[in-house]
């Protein structure tokens, strides 16, 4: 009852076969390609929404930042003479 089936292919079933191989090794090149495009098709669309701020808002903010840090630097410079000075009297 056993019954042998033949593995071989013809010449044009191969020829089928390869070129359903080379056809599927393509499509993710043309779908990585539509991805891209899409993501940056994407990324684009996201820029037009960003509100940007005005010029003066920007000066503002950037002022107010640098006169903070420059503060909380005096701070630390001051309470760093002051812990030095202590410790120069203890030792």
């Known amino acids: 009852m ?6 071989e292919t013809t010449p044009e079933v191969a020829d089928k076969e390869v070129k359903t191989e080379k056809s599927v090794a393509k499509t993710p090149d043309k779908k990585n390609k539509k991805q891209k495009k899409g993501r940056f098709a994407g990324i684009k669309a996201e820029f037009k929404k960003i509100s940007w701020p005005e010029r003066a808002k920007v000066i503002k ?6 006169l903070v840090s420059i503060f909380i630097a005096v ?12 410790l120069d009297l203890l030792l």
């Not at 903010?61 to 640098?66: I, L, S």
Request: proline share 0%.
């Open 2 to 7: 056993s019954e042998n089936v033949s593995t």
């Open 75 to 86: 701070i630390v410079k001051v309470s760093d003479l002051l812990i030095q000075a202590g």
């Open 61 to 66: 903010n950037t002022t107010a930042v640098v």
